[in-house]
């Protein structure tokens, strides 16, 4: 176990080298919002889409165009409106009169790296376009089914301000996404440098540091990285605690929650903490990965009853609740 | 047959004579076919002279309240009795579908004199507003025996409240003999039953909980760390089951709690965490380190827990 724990180290290290370097470029042009430049790469180490929300001019859509750049990969950004239909995202199939054949148009989904910019802006049958491709990973056009490219990788912002004219997510396709982050406010300091940057002129121009066949590997070691039976059934209690919390000794949180979450939820958390452990450098999760993303894990998929809502009580402080309470391992 | 048609006039002149004289007065009496029904009742037939007696009379009817006016009701007109006290109440119900109305005139009577008492008749005039007519009720005298007044049982009905007055004055006494036991123990300076400090317990209990002769290299950390996050909650009341380790240190630190307790907390705990997460097993001396480390961390605060216990005594007897 020594000799695995060993090897794993050395492996990090080696694979990790991009961390440091992907960083400094996106801090070229974002300050602060660390907390969403490290899960935007969670998300890429372990495989799984992202849901940024935040109020307008949060740098959201910057992030991922700048994260976008410093990865050579094929990027794109559809910004989604009322009037997209899914065939604008998956593609189409095309008469060609020379040849009186069909022939496929694929669509910008086609990519390794996709903004979904304001997804809760177009309809129900384009979100569904689009959250069905994040799942299977394929896309079928006409009698064809195309696989989409590895990494791929969904990064959807929305806005939660603004109600009218838009299509708020149906909560088994929230559950797609593995985090979902609230983007906050940046510091004084923080928005002092971003004006000063911003008034300055031209941003600077990231440069391109991470190649998709390093994200695959980095994505391996991840997987190899040690989660203890401890830590696992530590995951397994916080999820079950959403689900029974009377067993957990929290029998106030009861009529607060009508739904807990779901074994995906076990799944991301589990597969989120090694990635947040790698990004620190270690070969084995500790609790602190556990607590570190179980927020972004689990926000969206605790869904809190009416009685919560007429007590202005979130589904995060039912997390909050839960995280603080369920014995550390 | 000149008779029989006299006869005939003379019947005829009767009935519509009768008739006019309702009609001047306006008041019948109750008619055959009336919903409307007065009773009268007492609630004894014998009272003595010192003591009342309730006579009720009873107005009831099917229908809204409104369904009759109560023109006119006179008092009873009493023999050896005199009314000392008059009611009324009005009842609706719904029986079956149909309402039905109950008014009762209640009076408190108090003979006069022994013998007999008498209520006469009451009589009640009413008007049917769907005929436009006063019809009246009249019931039949009631008689009552007037004994030889009882004498008044003032001590047996005030024992309860001379039962409560005496528990009062009972626990009031109590309490202040309480009151001056206590002042006097603290003045002659009595010992209070002292609590040994929980390092003692913790310390007790860690050296039962590793045998360093078949030492449990996979176990023993976990419940080495176990024990020192235990003993912090209780001592220090700090969130230590539920925070991991930096989250730990960092609340220790907010709290400026002493630094070589936050760094041997922090070595503790990490060594342990280390071996719980990593799947490896831990070497023995890393288990003697963290065990010392403990028991210094139980040691030194016993230490300070008996000189600050001691250091109270002192002011105590001081004062």
């Known amino acids: 176990m020594e000799q695995d724990m060993q090897a794993i180290h050395e492996k990090i290290q080696k694979e990790s080298i991009f961390v440091d370097s992907l960083f400094s470029e996106i801090s070229k042009v974002i300050i602060g919002q660390t907390y969403m430049i490290e899960r935007l790469m969670i998300g890429l180490l372990s495989n799984g889409h992202v849901l940024l929300e935040g109020v307008p001019g949060l740098a959201k859509t910057m992030a991922v165009k700048t994260l976008s750049s410093a990865i050579q990969t094929k990027f794109q950004r559809i910004q989604f409106t009322p009037d997209l239909l899914p065939a604008d995202l998956l593609g189409t199939q095309i008469y060609e009169r020379k040849d009186g054949k069909f022939t496929v148009k694929k669509g910008p989904i086609f990519a390794n790296l996709i903004l979904a910019d304001e997804i809760n802006r177009s309809p129900a049958k384009v979100q569904s376009a689009l959250l069905e491709a994040m799942m299977e990973r ?16 969904v990064l959807a912002t929305q806005n939660p301000i603004e109600q009218e004219g838009t299509y708020p997510l149906p909560e088994a396709q929230v559950d797609r996404f593995m985090l ?28 391109p540091v991470l190649k998709p066949e390093t994200i695959k590997k980095a994505r391996a070691v991840v997987s190899e990285i040690y989660i203890d039976e401890k830590i696992e059934r530590y995951i397994v209690d916080i999820v079950f605690a959403t689900r029974n919390p009377e067993d957990y000794n929290l029998p106030d949180l009861k009529p607060l929650i009508a739904y807990g979450g779901s074994p995906r939820a076990s799944i991301y958390l589990a597969q989120a903490s090694k990635a947040h452990a790698f990004l620190r450098r270690r070969g084995y999760v500790t609790p602190e990965d556990v607590r570190a993303i ?36 | 047959m000149k008779k029989h048609i006299l006869l005939f006039f003379m019947v005829l002149w009767l009935v519509s004579g009768r008739t006019f004289a309702q009609d001047s007065s306006k008041t019948n009496t109750q008619p055959a076919n009336s919903a409307i029904k007065l009773s009268t009742q007492i609630d004894r037939t014998q009272v ?55 008014r ?75 009151f001056l036991v206590y002042k006097k123990s603290k003045k002659t300076g009595m010992p209070i039953e002292e609590v040994p400090p929980i390092e003692e317990t913790y310390l007790r209990s860690l050296k039962e909980m590793i045998d360093f002769n078949k030492p449990d290299l996979k176990n023993d950390f976990s419940q080495l760390s176990k024990h020192l996050r235990n003993y912090l909650a209780e001592k220090f009341d700090l969130p230590a089951i539920k ?21 041997q907390t922090k070595e503790v705990l990490g060594i342990a965490d280390e071996i719980k997460f990593t799947g490896r097993l831990g070497s023995r001396e890393e288990l003697e380190k963290i065990y010392g480390s403990v028991e210094s961390i139980l040691e030194r605060q016993l230490t300070e827990a008996k000189a600050a216990l001691s250091e109270t005594d002192f002011q105590d007897k001081e004062s």
């Open chain 1, 138 to 153: 394929q896309v079928t056009i006409g009698e064809t089914t195309f696989p989409l490219d590895d990494p791929f990788l």
């Open chain 1, 180 to 207: 979902k982050l609230n983007i906050g406010y940046p510091s004084k300091e923080e928005e002092l440098e971003i004006m000063r940057m911003n008034t300055k002129g031209a941003l600077p121009v990231v440069q």
């Open chain 1, 294 to 329: 179980g927020m972004d894990v689990l926000r969206h998929r605790v869904i809190v009853t009416y009685e919560a809502e007429a007590e202005e009580i979130s589904a995060e402080d039912v997390v909050r609740k839960v995280l603080n309470n369920i014995e550390v391992p």
């Open chain 2, 48 to 102: 003595p002279l010192n003591r009342t007696v309730l006579l009720r009379a009873s107005l009831t009817w099917e229908g809204d309240p409104d369904r009759y006016e109560i023109v006119d009701f006179e008092n009873p007109a009493l023999t050896n009795l005199e009314i000392i006290g008059t009611s009324t109440s009005n009842k609706t119900e719904v029986t079956a579908g149909k309402v039905f109305t109950r």
């Open chain 2, 104 to 178: 009762d005139y209640a009076f408190t009577l108090k003979p006069r004199e022994l013998g007999m008492g008498y209520v006469e008749g009451i009589i009640i005039k009413y008007r049917d507003p769907a005929s436009d007519k006063e019809y009246s009720l009249v019931t039949q005298r009631i008689s009552l025996k007037v004994t030889d007044p009882v004498p008044e049982g003032h001590a047996a009905g005030h024992w309860p409240v001379t039962i409560l007055y005496a528990a009062i004055i009972i626990i009031i006494i109590g309490l202040f003999w309480f």
């Open chain 2, 243 to 263: 925070t991991t380790t930096i989250e730990l240190i960092r609340i220790m630190e907010e709290r400026e709690m002493e630094e070589r307790l936050i760094s």
